[in-house]
């Protein structure tokens, strides 16, 4: 759940730099010179849905250990089945480094076409992803960047800082509909001492800025369901007033909503984060002080899949016109309500 790197992503939001990395990888697959394509085909980007060369995706991610974590797992290996092209040589989900890192040697060894790598830590698994690319097996990196742009052929991630600042501004414009002058915002984020944190937090307080507002509160968890309750109890015990809350993460949220309903508190609405399936059946039954969640998406995974069976086919999006798949991209860090959960109930993770 880490952040691409802010000079990246702003590289990437303006659209300067943010295709065709040929230069850098003239081994690697995605660099060969594009088979010969008729004028319409170029034009349209080709079909990326029809059949194209056999391709062994290896695919490694961190242990499971909570709702978003598992989901971009599951997503990952229900993307690859719905190709007929495709292998996909997953190794078991682990947390310890040392042992993710044997884990890609091994899926070097085995010569994958493509590897789609989760880091446990981008920074530890920098170098055996070089060495993936080193033996001519680009590397699709999700989500928690390496600390060497030579080590991925192509970034794909969400935006930390984009849900700070959409957080925000839905929490304004629903304060000024209901009238609130003066309100009493709360925050209860992540694991402070990581990078998408500070991140997630310093998107929220430049949004808030914006309108005028400020956090009043805040408290810090650690993305689990009892680190959750036991900050948000905290959190309500200081404050006897709250007129808005955002909770970094749909996952702890799970113990946010068990210390509110404890205390009896239902004088604020609360913003998630990330999209569980359980923060969107409750935004859309509208019984709660659940009123939206702000999305960080597993389907990143999926979409991981689809890019590195393109890469490995030497073909680009159907709908770009350059022949190869972008250099990074950042997903949209949408804001789920009432009025537009319907349309996202199909992406919602379970906690």
């Avoid at 993710?100 to 060894?109: D, M, P, R």
Wanted: some cysteine; proline content about 3%.
């Amino acid at each position: 759940m880490s952040a691409f790197p802010e000079t990246h992503r702003r590289r990437f939001l303006l659209g300067t730099g943010a295709l065709g990395a040929t230069a850098l990888l003239s081994g690697c697959l995605a660099n060969e010179p594009p088979q010969q394509q008729n004028q319409n085909a170029v034009a349209t980007g080709g079909d990326n849905a029809a059949p194209g060369r056999h391709v062994t995706i290896g695919f490694s991610a961190p242990a499971a250990d909570h709702g978003w974590l598992a989901a971009m797992t599951t997503n990952a290996r229900d993307q690859a089945e719905q190709f007929p092209d495709v292998t996909l040589e997953a190794t078991e989900g682990s947390s310890d480094v040392n042992q993710q890192i044997a884990q890609v040697e091994t899926l070097i060894n085995a010569q994958v076409d493509v590897l789609v790598l989760l880091p446990a830590d981008g920074k530890a698994l920098t170098a055996v992803a070089r060495r993936a690319m080193q033996a001519d097996i680009p590397v699709i990196n999700v989500d928690r960047v390496f600390d060497s742009e030579d080590a991925y052929r192509c970034w794909i991630g969400g935006d930390n800082y984009g849900m700070g600042v959409n957080a925000a501004g839905y929490i304004a414009a629903e304060l000024e509909r209901r009238g609130v002058t003066d309100p009493v915002i709360a925050e209860i984020a992540g694991t402070d001492s990581l990078p998408l944190t500070q991140q997630r937090s310093a998107g929220f307080r430049d949004g808030l800025a914006e309108h005028g507002l400020e956090v009043t509160r805040r408290v810090a968890a650690d993305f689990t369901a009892e680190s959750g309750e036991r900050e948000t109890t905290n959190l309500l015990q200081a404050a006897s007033r709250l007129d808005a809350v955002w909770n970094h993460d749909d996952d702890q949220g799970i113990g946010v909503l068990a210390a509110v309903e404890s205390a009896g508190r239902d004088e604020f609405f609360l913003v998630g984060g990330a999209g569980s399936r359980q923060m969107m059946d409750r935004i859309k039954a509208g019984n709660s002080v659940v009123r939206a969640t702000v999305l960080y998406n597993p389907s990143m995974c999926s979409s991981a899949i689809s890019l590195a069976r393109l890469l490995a086919q030497a073909r680009g999006m159907a709908d770009l016109a350059e022949h190869e798949i972008p250099r990074s991209i950042t997903t949209y860090s949408a804001v789920v309500t009432r009025e537009n959960v319907d349309q996202y109930l199909d992406v919602g993770f379970a906690s």
